[in-house]
């Protein structure tokens, strides 16, 4: 079960996937749910995969060739599945299997990688798609519980001074550099998990967008397990 207790309409729920893809997001609704409780065992996968570096891909072929139980069968064939439907709809997925993601050390005031609270940009029309079959799950917030970080004053002042030039270039600065897809969680802010199994749709920020980007980030990994993440 998704936890709406703090989502504030943020997030639809649905039943399949074609009613995923083809329920438009509307007033504050950015995150569409294709809830499921999957079956299988997704950590045999996540175990047997020859692991290269922090993220690994798994290539169709190679999760084809594992050896796996029945219950890690039943899992592959739920992979699959997600590959197909989402192929079909036009999508690129993803396979991953993530033990961490590299940090941003570049600004420590403000750091840009997928641990901090941010949007997904688009100059076409696009929506993320994402599922967690394994380890921690991503997390949303609704768009009332942040703050847009070059916003916050003593943010913005710091960026300033790392840019030190002529003002009208500041915009182009703050995007080429992504601080404008940043956000800070507000005080007493909820955030929500995305779970395990479910297929989520997440609103992005593009051009023809007519609700706000869902904002989300990636987990700090808790569990000490890794991750199997798919994402297109």
Known sequence: MIDLSHAENQIQCVTNFNDLVSTPFSGVTNALCWARKLTGDFSEIVKKVALSGNITTIEEEELRELKLSEQGQLARETLFNDF??????????????????????????????????????????????LCTYYGDPSE????????????????????????????????????????????????????ISLGLGHLWRLAVDHPESKVPPCVHRAPVEKSGQNRLLMIC
């Open 84 to 129: 197909e439907v989402l192929r079909a709809h036009g999508a690129s997925p993803i396979l991953n299997v993530i033990k961490y993601y590299d940090r941003d050390e570049a600004y420590p005031f403000f750091p840009t990688d997928v641990y901090s609270f941010h949007v997904d940009r688009s100059p076409i029309p696009v929506d993320t798609f």
């Open 140 to 191: 949303i917030l609704p768009n009332s519980q942040v703050e847009k970080k070059v916003l916050i004053p003593e943010i913005r002042d710091q960026l300033k001074k790392l840019y030190d030039g002529a003002d009208e270039g500041f915009e182009s600065f703050l995007s080429e550099h992504f601080f404008d897809l940043h956000y800070q969680a507000r005080p007493n802010a909820h955030p």
